[in-house]
C-alpha cells in the first residue's frame, strides 16, 4: 500500500515468489494451460479481501503476534499472564487496540522489536523441541 511506483507485473512477481515460499507443496501443474494469469503470479488479484477489506489478513497478524506474546509471558510466569488476558478479555472491543494492549500488558506489534522478541522466543523453543526430539531418538 506504501509501493505506488509499482506495476501489476512487480505485484505479480513479489506475490509469486511468496507463494513459492510459503506454499512448495502446492501444485502449480498445467497452470498456463487452465489460467495463464496464474503462471505470472497474478492469483492474488483472486483474493477479494486485498480489495475490498485488506486490514482482514492484517487483524489476523496482529492476534498472532498478540497470542504469541501471552504464550512466551505464560511461559516465565502462568498467573500473572493470567491476570493479564483476563483483565483484556474483560474490556473486550470497548477500548482503541493500543489501549487494549496497555490493559493486556501486550507491546503493539507494529514495532519491529516486538516481532523480533516473539521470532526469537519461537526459534529458541524450536531449538530446544528440536535437541530433545534427537536425544529421545
Known amino acids: 500500500y ?12 513479489y506475490y509469486q515468489n511468496l ?6 507443496h ?3 501443474d498445467n497452470y498456463e494451460d487452465q489460467l495463464p494469469y496464474l503462471s505470472e503470479g ?5 483474493i477479494p479481501h486485498v480489495f475490498s477489506a485488506p486490514f482482514y489478513f492484517i487483524d489476523y497478524a496482529l492476534a498472532l503476534i498478540c497470542a504469541l506474546q ?6 516465565m510466569n502462568f498467573a500473572d499472564t493470567w491476570e ?6 474483560k474490556v473486550g472491543g470497548s477500548v482503541s487496540f493500543s489501549e487494549a494492549l496497555k490493559i493486556g500488558g ?18 529458541a523453543v ?5 535437541e530433545e526430539f534427537v536425544v529421545q531418538n
Open 70 to 75: 501471552f504464550w512466551r509471558k505464560s511461559r
Open 84 to 89: 493479564d488476558y483476563i483483565r483484556l478479555c
Open 26 to 28: 502446492k501444485n502449480r
Open 126 to 130: 524450536l531449538q530446544e523441541m528440536e
Open 106 to 123: 501486550l507491546k503493539s506489534p507494529f514495532d519491529s522489536t516486538t516481532i523480533d522478541e516473539v521470532v526469537d522466543h519461537l526459534e
Open 42 to 46: 497474478a492469483s492474488w488479484m483472486d
Open 19 to 24: 507463494a513459492y515460499l510459503y506454499f512448495p
Open 2 to 13: 506504501t509501493n505506488f511506483d509499482k506495476s501489476i507485473s512487480d505485484y505479480n512477481q
